[in-house]
């Protein structure tokens, strides 16, 4: 996937005057050693003479995530001054973590006071009005520290791709589908770029890539990736190639400023008649090289899918947390092993007509959209509701995440994690039973409580805590999660 950033990570090592530099410098050294893929600036920070030179030798070396490592007490004025410096580039993005003594038999000569230092490292990072990543429990030795920076790494990477990120959306957000359509304002604040376009600017786009040499190549590509069995319309290959070559290219053409990018449509009604197939299965595609396509303009779900693939690393996806799991077929799969495990009301089916990935697909294949067919097209065969991928999202271990603006245009956002279960659906679309531990309180007081949509970014990994700190770094507070049995939400009653 090429659409993520490469974070260049550096450590630099402050000092306080009134103790060994050279003890900052060998625990730096230390760290290095534990982690190996850091760039080692060699300047030990001591004064804000220190601090710039600092800052000149990470811009040399192109370092974008910094590690700012308490050898000792240190200086806190100079530290967070390069802090400061550092992050008036918005691209960039830091963490302070401190070292822990080493021995019992050095407490003198080799006792470095970090563990008070960090005190008063965040006391001026506050005064200072910056936002760094500060780990849950920031003080460890050598090899404790680079497991704290290989947390950040992916923290980092979150936070580079948000603030290089532009959005191309097409056509206003479906009337059916209000929740969709939240203030974009926040964006702005997080350092994404949106550009929103006209469904017409799409169509004449794809009109004008009709005939185009790379058509017949991408064609040739999707047939081989579906295999046999999943390219029941061998016909419609042409059309989808073409799509996606003209979402490629308007992205190319568009970027500017911004590195990488994601795309949300409106898939329909119009769209169907017009451009005479359904996307879902281009959508997938792209979803797979890290390019998330949200349904409906769903602009804050497009962003959480986009999260959810630099934290995981993998492909994503999008879906409707859409319909409960009925209560005969979840006994006659999951009585035995997983009902202790799990209560009919933890799991639910996600599902979307066939925008998820073919990797993360069991029998994938390319059929009809079964609701617009019987809209546009109820009493012939299928031809303009061609196109979505049809498949049971394959077992896995899950975490669904939403980061969202409210009607007050305050961020806010959801995690919890789970597990897609090896239960047959027996229904259409891309489809899978979810299970989220406490799920229907979770439900209840958070995703209606807070009036959350319908659409969640689907991680095929567990990456809450990365989310968590993520979004602690943004400064999006109101977070929830799925709380565990006996400890109550605000809103929940304690007598039900």
């Known amino acids: 996937m090429n659409n993520i950033p490469v974070v260049k990570l550096g450590i630099v090592a402050v000092s306080r005057d009134c103790f060994p530099s050279k003890l900052s410098k060998r ?114 030795n050598a090899n404790e520290v680079a497991a704290m920076i290989k947390d950040f790494e992916k923290i980092a990477a979150v936070r580079i791709g948000i603030s290089c990120l532009k959005i191309f959306s097409f056509g206003p ?45 991408i064609a040739a590509e999707m047939a081989e990736e579906l295999g046999k069995k999943g390219n029941t319309y061998p016909s419609l290959l042409t059309k989808l190639a073409q799509f996606e070559i003209t979402l490629l290219d308007w992205a190319e053409k568009h970027l500017g400023a911004s590195k990488f990018f994601t795309i949300t449509l409106k898939c329909w009604p119009a769209f169907q008649t017009m451009f005479r197939f ?25 962003l959480s899918e986009y999260i959810l693939t630099v934290a995981t690393g993998k492909p994503v996806t999008l879906l409707d947390i859409n319909n ?60 303009i509701s061609r196109g979505n991928l049809d498949g049971q999202i394959k077992p896995s271990d899950v975490t669904i995440f939403r980061l969202q603006a409210n009607s007050d245009s305050k961020l806010c956002a959801y995690i919890a994690q789970g597990e897609v279960l090896d239960m047959p659906t027996k229904t259409f679309g891309g489809t899978g039973v979810i299970a989220i531990p406490e799920m229907a309180r979770f439900y209840r007081n958070v995703l209606i409580q807070k009036r959350f949509p319908h659409h969640s970014g689907i991680g095929f990994a567990h990456v809450g805590k990365i989310l968590f700190d993520v979004l602690n770094l943004l400064g999006v507070d109101d977070v929830g999660y799925n709380r565990p049995a006996g400890n109550l939400y605000p809103s929940e009653n304690p007598f039900a």
Request: charged share 25%; hydrophobic share 35%; net charge negative.
């Open 278 to 302: 359904v996307p879902c299965y281009v959508n997938s595609r792209l979803a797979s090289r890290g390019i998330p396509v949200a349904c409906e303009v769903d602009i804050y779900g497009t």
């Open 324 to 383: 409960t799991v009925p209560k005969d077929l979840y006994t006659e799969y999951y009585s035995g092993e997983f009902a202790p495990k799990y209560k009919n009301t933890d799991v639910f089916m996600g599902f979307h007509c066939g925008n998820t990935p073919l990797c993360n697909l069991k029998n994938a294949s390319i059929q009809y959209q079964l609701i617009m067919k019987r809209n546009l097209e109820p009493d012939s065969e299928p031809d």
């Open 173 to 217: 957000r479906p009337h059916d589908f209000l929740t969709c359509n939240a203030p974009i304002a926040p964006l702005f604040d997080l350092g994404v770029e949106i550009q929103e376009n006209s469904e017409l600017d799409l169509y004449e786009s794809f009109l004008k890539h009709d005939g185009d040499s790379r058509i017949e190549s």
């Open 27 to 140: 625990r730096r050294e230390a760290v290095v050693a534990a982690y190996k893929n850091i760039y080692e600036c060699p300047v030990i920070v001591e004064n804000e003479t220190d601090a710039m030179n600092a800052l000149a030798d990470l811009k040399q070396a192109d370092v974008n995530a910094l590690v700012l490592f308490l050898g000792n007490f240190g200086p806190e004025g100079p530290e967070t001054l390069l802090l400061q410096k550092f992050l008036e580039d918005k691209t960039n993005t830091a963490m302070i973590v401190a070292a822990a003594e080493e021995s019992g038999s050095d407490l003198i000569d080799g006792r470095g006071d970090a563990f008070c230092g960090m005190l008063n490292a965040s006391y001026n990072i506050g005064l200072r009005k910056i936002k760094v990543y500060i780990p849950e429990y920031p003080v460890g």
